[in-house]
T-cell receptor, first 115, second 114 residues
């Protein structure tokens, strides 16, 4: 079974630009979560999608948004990039994302550098 | 407000020794406590997880100890091997990690010396 895939793996943008990152979950998984990883703040939850609906959102500004398609693939968008948005953006998928032992499987991440 | 505090930040252990990483949480609503292992250039991978209805869970060389009254949990790696060198994250959530998201500790960089 293929794992979580994220594209692109590396991205360089300049301040003020916008960026879209893509995530394909494991086949059969309907929940997709996004996390930001930085050396200073560690891993922080951005938002989670299930059946094309955002179920929860972390403490990030509105410049960070996302969506999920009917095939469970997800995209996240960051508008008006700031230097502080430089980070590794991780996507995680799970069957339903709630209760039990619903393990989250992480992709390799997209390394975003903002110049 | 950091809801999951992890220590130490870095740890050096000799091959064959026991590696111990500790975490403390604040939110008593947390009911799922996983540990993730991350190698450079890779995403975190689930190592082992525990729920508060048990005080210990063991899988191979990895053991989680859980103290609900103290709101603490720890990871023990027995017979540590150089291949265990990685960054370890503890985490907590209220719903298995998905809908509410995982709250992570800041991570422990573990080095196993041969």
């Amino acid at each position: 079974k293929a794992g979580v895939t994220q594209t692109p793996r590396y991205l360089i943008k300049t301040r003020g630009q916008q960026v879209t990152l893509s995530c394909s979950p494991i086949s059969g998984h309907r929940s997709v979560s996004w996390y930001q990883q930085t050396p200073g703040q560690g891993l922080q939850f951005l938002f989670e999608y299930f059946s094309e609906t955002q179920r929860n959102k972390g403490n990030f500004p509105g410049r960070f948004s996302g969506r999920q398609f009917s095939n469970s693939r997800s995209e996240m968008n960051v508008s008006t990039l700031e230097l502080g948005d430089s980070a590794l953006y991780l996507c995680a998928s799970s069957m339903s994302g709630t209760g039990g032992t619903d393990t989250q499987y992480f992709g390799p991440g997209t390394r975003l550098t903002v110049l | 407000q950091q809801q999951v505090k992890q220590s130490p930040q870095s740890l050096i252990v000799q091959k064959g020794g026991i590696s111990i990483i500790n975490c403390a949480y604040e939110n008593t609503a947390f009911d799922y406590f996983p540990w993730y292992q991350q190698f450079p250039g890779k995403g975190p991978a689930l190592l082992i997880a525990i729920r508060p209805d048990v005080s210990e869970k063991k899988e191979g060389r990895f053991t989680i100890s859980f103290n609900k009254s103290a709101k603490q949990f720890s990871l023990h790696i027995m017979d540590s091997q150089p291949g265990d060198s990685a960054t370890y994250f503890c985490a907590a959530s209220t719903s298995g990690g998905g809908a509410d998201g995982l709250t992570f500790g800041k991570g422990t960089h573990l080095i196993i010396q041969p």
